[in-house]
């Protein structure tokens, strides 16, 4: 049972890696348009205010054309760098892959507890059974000292309350 526990939490802590993993990416490549289109835009403001200041003659229903173009291009760079409202800002963005990011590690710190787990439970169980053919009391204890290790590392892949030093 605790073998089939251990391998369920393997399992999921690798889905889990690669889920997170796939939606960091995605967040950044959004945030990557995002940037490229505060950009573009803010690249429109900077002409536009450039035409205004060196046009100092224009007619003043262009002038007022261009300024609102300029205020719109501004007010978008602003919203493209944080928009509360629909989560889609860069600033958001990058709290979300960031956290996207942080349950990838986690899962990537939990995979290796499942994995070893798995194998000294596996283990666990057939010197327990050999134990019983050769009737051997020492393989037996053997088992169960590593069924019990097997059930820390299971408990620390939910947990994680202390890292493995290899995996």
Same mark, same amino acid.
């Given at each position: ?58 007619? *003043? ?9 300029? #205020?719109?291009?501004? /007010?978008?760079? @602003? %919203?493209? $760098?944080?928009? *509360? ?9 990058? #709290?979300?892959?960031? /956290?996207?990011? @942080? %349950?990838? $590690? ?23 059974s050999v134990s019983i053919v050769a009737a051997a009391r020492h393989?037996l204890l053997l088992g169960i000292a590593l069924g019990g290790v097997a ?17």
């Open positions: 049972m605790l073998l089939a526990i251990s391998g369920l939490g393997g399992a999921n802590a690798t889905k889990d890696t690669i889920n997170s993993n796939i939606q960091a990416s995605d967040t950044w490549a959004f945030y990557q348009a995002k940037n490229i289109r505060q950009t573009s835009n803010q690249l429109a403001a900077d002409q536009l205010e450039l035409t205004l200041a060196s046009q100092p003659n224009l007619p *003043p229903d262009v002038r007022a054309d261009l300024q609102r173009r300029l #205020d719109g291009y501004k /007010a978008t760079v @602003a %919203r493209y $760098e944080s928009d *509360p409202a629909t989560g889609e800002g860069k600033k958001e963005l990058t #709290d979300k892959a960031q /956290a996207f990011e @942080a %349950r990838r $590690e986690r899962a990537q710190r939990q995979d290796p507890n499942f994995d070893f787990s798995q194998a000294l439970f596996q283990i666990a169980i057939v010197l327990g393989l059930i820390v590392l299971l408990l620390n892949g939910f947990l994680l309350c202390f890292d493995l030093p290899i995996g």
